[in-house]
C-alpha cells in the first residue's frame, strides 16, 4: 500500500517519461508558422456515454466481448503521457466518464492534473456531461446538462471550456449553435456529421467553416464560428491510426533495425495535409487524432506524433505542431479571413444516397418520453428542493440530474444504443427519480406542515433529521405523502384506496409554472362513488370515466414487468376534475367516498359522432430490409421506407363516445394493435388525441414504422415550421434545402425533421399546430398535412455500428411482447398568426404538468390544520405570458440558479414578441436578495466576462441586412428587474441575505 | 525536448503512481502463507524472436495488420506499473527484445530499471537472446546463444538468471534439461508443451512435476527440478485475461458504478486455484499471467492482479500473491516434498490425437541448413577472429552472434514462421556472415602475412588500421583473400578464374577442428588443365569431376534469385584433391594452369554398378489436406501424413557412374525432381549421399512429405537411437513411450523425433549409422530402417497460428518456383560397438567444414614470402580424440572464452568414453596464461559458487541406483590441465599476462 505525498515532483516525472530514446529525442516545441501550411494536430478520444455498452461499462472496460473500450485506461495513461512532454496536449470532453475518474484519483495525480489543465496541456472541452444529440433533447435538458459539466469544471480546475465539441452527433441544431454555443461563451463548434451533399459542395467552396447565426430573433448576437470536419473526427487517410495494436505504418526511425521509413511516412503526411489544404480557407488544417474510445495506451500515439512532428518539420514543407481546437480558433481568428454565414441548421442528415439519418427521430419512443417527463419533473423537484432546503448529503435531485444529463447523450435519447444500454438509462432515471421523489414527497410534507411565515429548510429542523437518521430513505414516504409515477398505465394504490370507512383521499396539486393554471386532472378510483371537495371545503364538479380494455391491459402487463406485481382489482374509473393552482404552488384537494349513488357515466356507440375539419388517420411505412445490392435497411438510425400503408379497420370497429361535464372521450380500436381516444376538455380550445400502439406486428417479415397523419384542407405549399430542440421554429420546405441544390433520392425520410415542441403549417387564412408529448420525428409529406412518426419496430440493423435492429420487447414472466406506446398529440387551428400564443404557453405545460401528491386523512381534519394552498413567489404577482422560469435551483453554496426565458421569437406573436420584464423581488417574497451575478448559460462565468473575451468574426456579405437585435439591459441591483427580450434567456447566480436564526430560508 | 535529469527520485514515482485510487488502495503485499493454498501469480509475456512478424516488426510494433504486437509498449509500460507497487512483480524472458530496448533508454530509465532488477520486482529469466527450440538447434548454438543473452545480463545487471523458462517450444530435450538447464546453473525449468497423453496421466499422478535427469553420463549432478504446465503458459480457465479490450470479466469494485462484482470473481478465482491444486503436490500452484505478446498497456494487468489479491485474501480461502517463478521454485524446494524422476526427454510432442508436432522437424530445410553452416562459421570466425585480435567497433564476429543466435528461436529455425520472417532470419544470417567473412578474410590475410613468432592481433598494426579507417569495411578483400560462400550453388568466381596466363589460383584451407585433419575438397575450375601443389611446392593428386546438368541448373538460377547476377559460363568441372591442415591451422594448396591435356575423366552408363549392403530409396508421404470433420491436416508444424509412395523413376533412367583416384561418383535422376549422387572417398570408409529434392510438385492438390529411407536388412526389434540437439543419443522404441502407455494414432509422425547429429541402429552383431548435415526429422518405421525425411511441401496451414501453407518458393525476375534442397547423409556400417567412434568425429568433421579461401598469385611467389602453413596451438599438440573445442572466442575485456566438450557418453565407446584430459599451456603457445576461472556453460559466473547454490532436491525412489558420476576436477593453476569426463563441458575464461608491446598477443 503507497502512502501519498501531497507535494509532487512533477518535473522528474516529465523528465524521466519524457527521455522516450537514448539517441532520439524528438523536438516537439514546434508552434505556428505564419507563411507555411500548419498541420493542427489534435490528440482527442471520443467516448460515448453508452451506446454498445452502458457508460459504466465502458468505464471500468467490462464487457469487451461487445466493444473493447476503457475510459479508465485512457485518463490513465493520458497523466503521465502528458507529463513525459510539456508539448504533448489532449482534449477531454465527456465529463460523465471524467467525474467518474476524477473522483477515484489521489490527491498527488488531481494536483499534476490541475497543473496540466492550468497550462493547457489537458483542455476540457464541450465540456457537458455528454455530448448531447442534437435532434431528441430539449433544450433545458441541454442546458442542464452541460450546467452539471461545465460548473463542476469551474470548482474543480477554475477553467471556462471555450469549445463546442459536437463532434458525432447526427445533424446538428440551431439550437446548439447560438444557445448551447454562443449563449455558454464558446468560440466555435466543431461537428463531424453534415448531409453528404452538403458536404462535397462546401469542400467545393471551402465552405466547412463557418459563422452561423442560429437564431433568427439574436441573429449575430449569438454566432459562432462553425467548423465540419472534411469527413469525419478520425485522422486523415492515409494510415494515421496508432491505437495498441492498430494497424498504421508506424515511424520506423532507429537506423539499428530493418524496416526504417521515415521519409515515406513523411511523404504521406504531407500528402494528407496538401488535401486536405485544399479545401480549406487559411493556412490551418486540423488533424483529428483518434476515434472512438482510442487513447487507451495514450504512449502510444503520442510516441508517433512525436515522430511525424519532429521529422515533418525537419522535412519542412508544412509545419506540424500539437493542437488544441482552442488554438486553432486563435489561428483561425488571427488569419482575418472573411467566411461564409449559415443559418438555420444541419438537419437532415444523410451520410449517403438513401440513409438518412431520421428514423432515429422516434426511435424508442418510451424512452423518449420517460426522459420528456423526468426532464419536466427535475424542474419542479428542483423547485421543490428550493423551498424546503437543498440537502447535498442527504436526498436531493442530483442523481436525477445525473441520470438525465447522461440521457442527453447522442446514443441515448437518440434510440441508438443496444437494448441493455437503453434498459440502463431508464434504470438511471428510475433511481434519479426515486431519489427526487424523496425531495419531493419531503418537501410538500414540509410545505403542507409548516405556516408559510415559518418556513422549510431548517436544516435543524426534524424533517431534515428524518432524512439524514433514516439508512433507507428512499423508502420513507414524509408524513405519508405518497407519489403515483406510474399513473400514466391507470396504476395509483394511493388513489385507489378504499374510501368506504370514512377516509379521504388528500390530493396536492403542484403547478411548477410561473403562471396560474387550471387543468383537469385525472386519478384512478376502485369505485364510483366518490366526491372531490376543494381546499376550501367546497364540493366540485366531478366526472368518471370508464377504464377501457386497452388501459387495463396495459396496466397490468406493466406493473408486472416492471414492479413485478400483480396488481389489485383494476380501478373501475377515472375521476377527471379541475383542479387549479398559483404559480410554482398548491392546492389541495379532497377525495371522499359519498353515499351518493355515483355519477352517471353517459356513453354510447356511433359511428361518426363527432365532425372534425381535421382528420387524423394513421399509416405506417415498411421498412426496407436491405439485400445484398443494396445493403442500407431502416433501422434504428436511418428510416428508409419503401412503402407507405394505411391503418384501417378489417372490419368497421363501433366508436364508443363518452360525455361529460369536463371530458368528452372518443375512443376508437383502429386495428388490434392501435387505439386512438380523442379528447376535447371543458374550457379548452384543442384536441388532444391518445394513441396506444403496439405490439406492432412483424410475423409478415416486414418492420413498421407507424405514422399519425393529421390532414387539412389547407394550401402550404410544401412548406412548414418545426422547431429547434423545443424552442425556435425553423421554416423547412419539402424537397429543398437552402444550403445547396437538393438531389432527391428518398422524398420521405429526406424531409423528416426532429420535434420536441411541435409543427405548424399555415395557408393564407389559418395555421395548424401540433405539440408532441416527447421527441419525434415529422414532416408535411402532403400539403395541408402534417405527419408525426409514434413507434418503430424494425427487424434489420442499419449498419451504423448499434448492430441490433430495433425490435423493442417488454418481458414479463419470461414472456416476451413488442413494445406498445401511449402517447398525445394535440392540436388546433387558430386564424394566421395566432397560433404561437397557444404552442408556447400549452407547450410550457405539457412539459410542466401538475404534480400530484396523495395522502390520506383518517379522522384528522387536514383542511384546518395544514397549510392547503400554497404559492413560492409572491402570491399577487405571475410571470409574463412570454416568460418561463426554466430554471430554479438552489446550489451547494446556498445560491440560488435562476433561468428565465422568454418563450417567443421576434415576429412570433404580435403582442407577446416584445421584450418584457421579471420582478426578482416578487419571486422570492420571503427572502433578502443580497447579489444577483448575471451568468453565462451554463454559469460558469459571469456574463460580463464572457461577452468581453466574445470574439468578433468577418463574414462575407454586408452584415448590414440583419436588424438590430436588441437584448435586455443591465440589472439594478436595487430595483431587481430582468429585462427579456425575443428568444432571450437570462441565467442568473442569486445570493440571500442570511436571516439571524436560519441558515435556509424559503 | 526534456532533459535527462541522473539522478532520479523512484520514490516520488513510486508514491504517485501506486495511488491507484483515492478510495481503493489494494493490499498487494501479501507473501507466502504456510497452512494455505498459495496461488503464485507470475506475470509474464511470450515474445517471439519472430513468427508471423520479424523480430523488429514485433519490437516497433509494425505490421500490425498480421499480429497485434508491440515489444515496445511491454517494456515502456512496465516500468511505470512496476514503480507504481513495489509489490508487483514481472518475468522477463526473451534479451533480443530487452536489448534493443535497453539500448534505447535514456540514462534515468536505466537507473530504474537496474534498481526494479536488483529488487526483484522485475526478474530476468532464461535469458537467452530468445527461447530457442529444443528440436531443430544444435546444443552449441543454444550454448552460444544463452551466453549471448547471460553475459549481456551479467554485465549490465550483475545478476544470473535462475530459471529456466521454455513455455513455448514444441517439445523438449534431454539438452535442454541438464546442459541448457542444470549446466547453466537454473534452479528449475518451465515448460508448457508435452504430449498430451503424458499430461493427462501426470495430471492424473500429480507428476506434472518431477526431477529431470537429462544426461544419461551426468545423471543427478547434471539434474533439474522441471515444471510441465497443467495446460498452457496462459491464465488458468476462468476469465484472467486483462490486456487492453480483452473480454475477462474485471474486478468492478466500485460501489458507485453499476455491476458490482466482487464475490463472483473471487469465487471465479478459488474456484480455478482449487482445480489446479488438485493435480499439484504441496500447497504452491503457479499461474502464468500472460501470453504471447500481452502486456503491452501493463497497467491493465496489474490493475485486476492488485485487485485480486486484496479481495482473494479478504475472502481468505486461498492465499495469492505476485510471485516469480523463483520464489515458486524456492517455495517447492522448501515443501521438503519428493518428486518423480523423469529422464530423456518430451518428444514427440502432439496436443491432441493426430497432431503429433513433428513435422517441424524437417520444415524449411533449406533455412535449417544455412542455420547450420553459419554455425560452424561462426565456430571457425571466433577463432580467426581470436587469432588476429578482436575489434569491438570494427567488424567482427558479433552481427552474425546476433543473427543466430535469434535463428534458434522456436518459430525460427523450426521453420514454422511465415515465410516473410524466415526471409528476415536468412537476411540477418546473410548479413552477419558478410561482417564474419570480413574477419576471417582480414585474419587469413594477417596469418599468411606475419610469421607466427610476430602474431596478429596488434591494434596498431596497418591491418586495424586499414579496418577503422574504411567506411565501407564490408567489401574489402584484405589482401585480396576471397571467400566462396556460395560453392555449395557451385558459384566462386574466385576459382573459377582464368589461369591460362601464368596466374595461379592460392587455396589457404583452414581446419577448425582441434586434430589434425585429411578432407577431399571440391572447388569448381573453368577449364581442364589445371594442376594442385602444396604449400612445399609438390603437385599432388586431383580429380576433375564433371558438372551434371542438376547442379549447373541450381547454380544458375539461386545465383540469378539471389545476387541477381547471371553467371558467366558455368565452370565445367568440379576440381579434387585431399588436403590436410594442422589443429586450428591451415594449410596452403596452389592451382595453376598446366599444359597437359588435362586429367582422364572416366565414367560410363550403367544400371546398377555399385553393388551395396544398404539400400537407398526415396518416398513421400501424401499429406493430410484436413475435412470439415476432421481438419488437422499437415503443416508446417505438424506430421499428418494420409499415405506413403516410393519415389521411382517411370522410365528406367541410366545411373552414370564416375570413378577417380579420390572420388567415385553414382548419379541417378530418380525422377523429375529428385537427383541422387552417391560418393565414396578413397580412405573414407562412409557413403555419402548428396540429393536435390524439388520442387516438389503439388498440381495434383497433394502436399508431399519427401524421405530418403535407409534400409538394411537388420533385425533391430523396433528400437533405434536419436541424438538430442547433436550431443546425447537417446534409445527410441517405435510405438512405446517409457512414461505412459502410449495410444498409438499416428503410426508414421508419432514415431518421429528430432535429428541434428545422426541417428543409428543395430542388430546383435552390427550397427548402421546415418548422419545429417541440418535439422531433420527421423525415425525408424520399419525394422532395419532408418527414414529421415529430407523436405516438405505442403497445400495447408496446419492450424496453429502461422496462417501459411508451408510451401516455399524461390523467385527470379518474377518467376517463381518450388523450393529445391540440396542435401548430404552419410551411412556406414560398424560392428556392434564400434558406430560411436565414426559417428562422433566424422560428426565434428560434418560440423566444422574446412574453410576455404582463395586468392591469386600473378608473378609473385607466395610459398616463399607468405606464411603457408599456420596451427593455432602448439604445433606437437592435438585435443584428445575425445574432445572438442566448441568456443574460442575473445571477449570485449580480452579475456578468452574456451569451452572444451567430451564427445563421448558414458560407455559409448569402450576406449574414449573415459576421463580424458586437455592441456591448456597447449593450446595457447605464445600466451602465457596469468589465470583460468572455471565458469558456468553460459559463463556468467563461476562454476563454483554455482554448486555452491545448487539445490538437492528429494526424489522418489532410492537414488542409490544410480551409478557414481565422476567429473574432472579443479584445475591446477600451475599445471593447467583440464580433466573432462564424459560428456562433460567444461566453460573456461582465460585471462593471459599482457607482454609489455603488445595488447593483444596471439
Given amino acids: 500500500m503507497a502512502t501519498i505525498p501531497v507535494v509532487v515532483s512533477v518535473v522528474i516525472l516529465a523528465c524521466l517519461f519524457g527521455s522516450e530514446s537514448k539517441y532520439m529525442v524528438y523536438n516537439t516545441s514546434q508552434t505556428i508558422v505564419p507563411g507555411k501550411l500548419n498541420v493542427h494536430l489534435v490528440p482527442h478520444t471520443h467516448d460515448d456515454v453508452g451506446w454498445l455498452k452502458t457508460v459504466d461499462q465502458y468505464y471500468v472496460g467490462s464487457n469487451n466481448s461487445i466493444q473493447g473500450a476503457c475510459v479508465q485506461n485512457i485518463l490513465d495513461s493520458l497523466v503521465p503521457a502528458l507529463l513525459a512532454d510539456k508539448n504533448r496536449k489532449f482534449i477531454y470532453v465527456e465529463q460523465a466518464f471524467f467525474q467518474r475518474w476524477w473522483r477515484d484519483q489521489s490527491e498527488a495525480i488531481q494536483i499534476v492534473v490541475k497543473q496540466l489543465v492550468k497550462s493547457g496541456q489537458l483542455e476540457l472541452i464541450n465540456g457537458g456531461m455528454c455530448m448531447h444529440d442534437e435532434a431528441a433533447p430539449h433544450y433545458i435538458d441541454m442546458i442542464d446538462q452541460t450546467t452539471l459539466g461545465h460548473r463542476f469544471i469551474k470548482n474543480e480546475f477554475g477553467v471556462t471550456p471555450r469549445i463546442g465539441w459536437q463532434i458525432d452527433p447526427f445533424g446538428h441544431s440551431a439550437v446548439q449553435a447560438y444557445l448551447l454555443g454562443a449563449e455558454v461563451g464558446f468560440d466555435s463548434l466543431f461537428f463531424g456529421r453534415i448531409d453528404y451533399q452538403d458536404r462535397a459542395k462546401r469542400k467545393n467552396e471551402k465552405s466547412l467553416e463557418v459563422v452561423w447565426h442560429g437564431s433568427r430573433s439574436l441573429g449575430s448576437t449569438a454566432q459562432i ?116 454565414i449559415k443559418s438555420d441548421d444541419f438537419f437532415p442528415y444523410a451520410d449517403r444516397i438513401h440513409a438518412y439519418w431520421t428514423g432515429y427521430f422516434t426511435s424508442r419512443p418510451a424512452l423518449k418520453r420517460y426522459v420528456r417527463m423526468m426532464s419536466g419533473y427535475y424542474l419542479a423537484a428542483r423547485q421543490l428542493e428550493f423551498f424546503r432546503g437543498r440537502n447535498s448529503s442527504g436526498p436531493n435531485t442530483d442523481l436525477l440530474a445525473d441520470a438525465l444529463a447522461i440521457a442527453q447523450h447522442h446514443d441515448a435519447v437518440t434510440g441508438t444504443e443496444k437494448q441493455h444500454v437503453a434498459n440502463d438509462y431508464a434504470k438511471r432515471l428510475s433511481m434519479g427519480y426515486d431519489e427526487a421523489e424523496a425531495v419531493v414527497a419531503s418537501s410538500i410534507a414540509c410545505l403542507v406542515e409548516s405556516p408559510p411565515s415559518v418556513g422549510c429548510g431548517n436544516p435543524s429542523s426534524t424533517f431534515q433529521q428524518a432524512i439524514i437518521e433514516t439508512p433507507n430513505w428512499f423508502c420513507l414516504y414524509y408524513y405519508a405523502i405518497i407519489m403515483c409515477p406510474l399513473l400514466n398505465i391507470s396504476y395509483c394504490p394511493a388513489s385507489e384506496t378504499d374510501l368506504s370507512n370514512g377516509k379521504s383521499l388528500i390530493v396536492v396539486v403542484y403547478n411548477p409554472l410561473g403562471w396560474k393554471r387550471e387543468d383537469i386532472i385525472r386519478i384512478p378510483v376502485a369505485k364510483e362513488d366518490v366526491t372531490v371537495h376543494d381546499y376550501e371545503g367546497r364540493e366540485i364538479e366531478s366526472q368518471l370515466l370508464p377504464l377501457f380494455d386497452a388501459h387495463v391491459g396495459i396496466r397490468n402487463y406493466h406493473a408486472a414487468a416492471y414492479l413485478g406485481v400483480t396488481p389489485r382489482d383494476a380501478p373501475i374509473y377515472w375521476l377527471a376534475f379541475q383542479a387549479s393552482a398559483p404559480p410554482l404552488g398548491f392546492s389541495t384537494y379532497i377525495i371522499s367516498g359519498s353515499k351518493d349513488s355515483g355519477k352517471q357515466i353517459r356513453y354510447r356507440n356511433t359511428k361518426n359522432s363527432v365532425q372534425k375539419s381535421v382528420d387524423v388517420s394513421y399509416s405506417f411505412y415498411s421498412g426496407y430490409n436491405g439485400t445484398k445490392k443494396d445493403p442500407q435497411a431502416s433501422g434504428a438510425y436511418i428510416f428508409r421506407p419503401n412503402g407507405t400503408y394505411l391503418i384501417k379497420p378489417e372490419v368497421q370497429v363501433p366508436v364508443t363516445v363518452v360525455r361529460g361535464p369536463l371530458i368528452d372521450e372518443v375512443h376508437q380500436q383502429i386495428n388490434s394493435w392501435l387505439y386512438q381516444i380523442t379528447r376535447l376538455y371543458n374550457g379548452k380550445e384543442h384536441v388532444e388525441v391518445e394513441h396506444v400502439v403496439g405490439p406492432i406486428p412483424f410475423e409478415d417479415g416486414i418492420g413498421k414504422e407507424v405514422v399519425a397523419k393529421i390532414t387539412t384542407a389547407m394550401q402550404t405549399d410544401k412548406t412548414f415550421y418545426t422547431d429547434s430542440n423545443g424552442r425556435d421554429f425553423i421554416k423547412r420546405i419539402r424537397d429543398y434545402r437552402a444550403d445547396w441544390n437538393l438531389q432527391v433520392n428518398e422524398p420521405v425520410a429526406g424531409n423528416y425533421y426532429p420535434i420536441n415542441l411541435g409543427m405548424y403549417i399555415h395557408d393564407d387564412e389559418n395555421e395548424l399546430s401540433v405539440l408532441v408529448d416527447r421527441a419525434v420525428g415529422g414532416s408535411s409529406i402532403s400539403d395541408g398535412q402534417i405527419e408525426l412518426m409514434l413507434h418503430r419496430r424494425l427487424l434489420n440493423d442499419d449498419s451504423r455500428g448499434v448492430a441490433e435492429a430495433l425490435n423493442e420487447t417488454v418481458c414479463s414472466k419470461e414472456k416476451c411482447i413488442g413494445l406498445t406506446i401511449q402517447g398525445k398529440l394535440y392540436f388546433r387551428i387558430d386564424p394566421l398568426g395566432e397560433g404561437a400564443k397557444w404552442r408556447r404557453s400549452v407547450g410550457q405545460e405539457i412539459y410542466s404538468p401538475f404534480l400530484l401528491a396523495f395522502s390520506e386523512q383518517d379522522g384528522d381534519n387536514w383542511l384546518t390544520s395544514r397549510v392547503t394552498t400554497f404559492s413560492g413567489i409572491d402570491t399577487s404577482y405571475s410571470l409574463p405570458e412570454n416568460v418561463a422560469m426554466i430554471t430554479l435551483q438552489q446550489l451547494d453554496d446556498g445560491k440560488v440558479l435562476l433561468r428565465l426565458a422568454h418563450l417567443y421569437e421576434v415576429g412570433e406573436d404580435k403582442d407577446l414578441s416584445v421584450m418584457t420584464h421579471v420582478e426578482l423581488k416578487k419571486l422570492f417574497p420571503s427572502k433578502k436578495i443580497s447579489k444577483v451575478m448575471e451568468m453565462s448559460l451554463s454559469a460558469n462565468q459571469e456574463r460580463s466576462e464572457m461577452e468581453k473575451k466574445r470574439l468578433v468574426w468577418k463574414v462575407e456579405g454586408a452584415s448590414g441586412s440583419e436588424s438590430k437585435v436588441t437584448r435586455g439591459g443591465p440589472i439594478d441591483p436595487a430595483e431587481l428587474v430582468v429585462e427579456l427580450s425575443p428568444m432571450e434567456i437570462r441565467t442568473l447566480l442569486i445570493e440571500f441575505a442570511i436571516t439571524h436564526h436560519k441558515l435556509f430560508d424559503a
Same sequence: chains 1, 2.
Fill in 225 to 340: 464560428f462553425s467548423v465540419a470536419f472534411p469527413e469525419n473526427y478520425e485522422p486523415p487517410p492515409g494510415g494515421f491510426y496508432f491505437e495498441v495494436n492498430d494497424d498504421s505504418p508506424i515511424v520506423q526511425d532507429d537506423i539499428n533495425l530493418f524496416d526504417y521509413n521515415v521519409q515515406e511516412r513523411v511523404n504521406d503526411f504531407v500528402a494528407a495535409a496538401l488535401s486536405q489544404a485544399n479545401i480549406t480557407r487559411t493556412n490551418h488544417i486540423m488533424w483529428t487524432m483518434g476515434t472512438d474510445f482510442k487513447y487507451q495506451y495514450a504512449h502510444t500515439w503520442f510516441r508517433e506524433m512525436d515522430k511525424f512532428i519532429h521529422y515533418v518539420n525537419m522535412d519542412g514543407r508544412v509545419n506540424a505542431l500539437y493542437s488544441t481546437p482552442s488554438i486553432y480558433t486563435d489561428a483561425k481568428y488571427e488569419s482575418n479571413e472573411f467566411w461564409p
